[in-house]
């Protein structure tokens, strides 16, 4: 997947691959309509990083949380 342009589409598949990797209980908490573009290239960022981790801890699903938090509009 190509997620370098910001664009509507590309912020919902970015936000569905990270609740994804997140393996969240209620997935429901994290909603793409719940950010805008002009979070973009932090959520890219969060998701670069959870790739790049492959296997979080507890304490990292947190952290990545707690910023989705601070993202949402």
Known sequence: MNFQTASEENL???VEEIKS???L???SLIRPEDFDLAS???LLEIYEM???KQQLTMMEIEGVLDELKSLKK
């Open 50 to 52: 959870i790739v790049k």
């Open 25 to 27: 209980v209620n997935a």
């Open 12 to 14: 919902v598949l970015l």
């Open 21 to 23: 990797r997140l393996k």
């Open 40 to 42: 973009y290239s932090e």
